[in-house]
């Protein structure tokens, strides 16, 4: 009979045993391949999210917070850039295009952001791909409003739909600007960034929208406030807005004008670059992100001690089946090779569990992680990483194998048959 074979039958004559060691090292290995996952596709997520802009220009305050909550909508800002610094950069002759940005509504737990066709123009994510419509087109009336495929998809909307938003964020929000309706002419295509999950109408619909609010409370109704529109009497030009995008014509001006706004004296500005400040959020994460992976390493460790003290424990026991071997002429590495085989079997075995577990897992995840956190995760085939990280765990569940192999191979025939008799 060969080796595996005899291996086989042995791990299945005690399959209660090995089934339980099996498991508790699949629950291991499904936490290290998880962590890993999330911590390797959040970052491939908040890279993506936005590629071709040089500036991002905000109200003075943390860099990294003028990055979540502009580009990723975490978080919200404490006070607003002014329009008339917004068309300063605008008019600059070393600017290409300027983005603006508008955020403090929502739509049914999605944000509504404000801005120009511009967005539509030079925006871009990934590997510099621009936004693509899957149906319709951008906004041209004030009172058009394009969805990202996430709030399509989730709230069943199509091109045509009138949708309503509300003042403030959350599906709790506190007033609805129910005498704004607003059209969808456009629902772009699914792009795996925050883009998926906001409704964008234009800077001066907000502007029409907040005509009756001032300081976060309704105004006494005005009909002259209430009429007007895109091409109507009022002038709706914002008085400020969230923060703005900035694409330089020459790259070598980025730093240069960088400076210059975070040193303007006529309104605190911050500029920043939105790579440096992504790196600078890993850099702060980084601490707990790596605890985090160790902390599942050392689940994976404790799950191979487990399936070693089992197989010791069990040793004693089975002195009698490694007399009876060699007694039929198994010679001491025989034996010895299985045990290592036994142990490899177990860690096979939990390996492949331990993918499938993690595989479930993150396909029943992925559409809360995205609803609730906004990002993109997806289970997938298994990466390279992922296959290192199973042939580690194969290759440490051998090695454990090879301590009570050597034992089992310095136990002599006279030895286990004088322990029986």
Not at 159 to 167: E, K, N, P, R, S
Not at 270 to 294: E, F, N, R, S, Y
Not at 348 to 361: D, I
Not at 386 to 411: E, Q, S
């Amino acid at each position: 009979m060969a080796l595996g074979t005899l291996a086989a039958r042995s791990v299945w004559n005690r399959r209660v045993t090995a089934g339980l060691t099996v498991f508790a090292i699949a629950v291991s290995v499904t936490l290290l391949l998880g962590v890993q996952k999330i911590r390797t596709q959040t970052r491939e997520s908040f890279a993506s999210t936005l590629s071709g802009t040089d500036l991002i220009v905000g109200a003075r305050g943390g860099p990294v917070n003028l990055l979540l909550y502009s580009v990723f909508r975490i978080g919200d800002a404490m006070t607003g850039v002014s329009w008339r610094s917004y068309e300063l950069v605008a008019r600059h002759p070393d600017v290409a295009w300027v983005i603006p940005i508008s955020l403090g509504d929502s739509h049914r737990g999605f944000r509504v952001m404000g801005t120009s066709r511009a967005y539509f123009e030079h925006y871009r994510y990934g590997e510099r791909r621009l936004l693509a419509f899957r149906d319709g087109g951008p906004f041209d009336d004030l009172h058009d409003a394009v969805l990202g495929a996430d709030v399509a998809e989730s709230l069943g909307y199509a091109a045509g739909d009138a949708i309503t938003v509300a003042h403030g964020l959350g599906e709790g929000s506190f007033a609805r600007h129910d005498k704004h309706p607003f059209q969808v002419v456009g629902i772009l295509e699914r792009t795996g960034t925050p883009v998926d999950r906001t409704v964008h109408v234009s800077i001066e619909a907000i502007t029409d929208l907040h005509g009756d609010w001032q300081g976060g409370a309704r105004k006494s109704p005005s009909a002259a406030t209430a009429q007007a529109g895109i091409r109507g009497e009022r002038d709706l030009t914002p008085d400020s807005i969230t923060a703005f995008l900035v694409g330089m014509r020459d790259r070598t001006t980025i730093l240069q004008m960088q400076r210059a706004l975070n040193e303007y004296r006529g309104e605190p500005l911050l500029a920043i670059m939105p790579g440096v400040v992504l790196g600078q959020l890993w850099q702060m994460v980084g601490v707990a992100d790596k605890a985090l992976l160790l902390v599942a390493a050392c689940v994976v460790l404790a799950g191979l001690i487990g399936m070693l003290t089992s197989l010791l424990t069990s040793l004693n026991e089975r002195r009698r089946e490694m007399a009876i071997l060699r007694s039929v002429g198994a010679r001491p590495a025989h034996v010895f090779g299985l045990l290592v085989l036994e142990s490899g079997l177990l860690a096979a075995a939990s390996v492949v569990l331990g993918f499938l577990f993690t595989w479930a897992l993150l396909a029943a995840a992925a559409p809360l992680l995205e609803r609730r956190f906004g990002l993109f995760i997806y289970a997938g085939a298994p990466t390279p990483l992922d296959l290192a990280i199973g042939a580690g765990v194969l290759g440490a569940g051998l090695l454990a194998g090879f301590v009570p192999a050597w034992r089992a191979y310095r136990n002599s025939l006279a030895d286990g048959l004088s322990v029986h008799l």
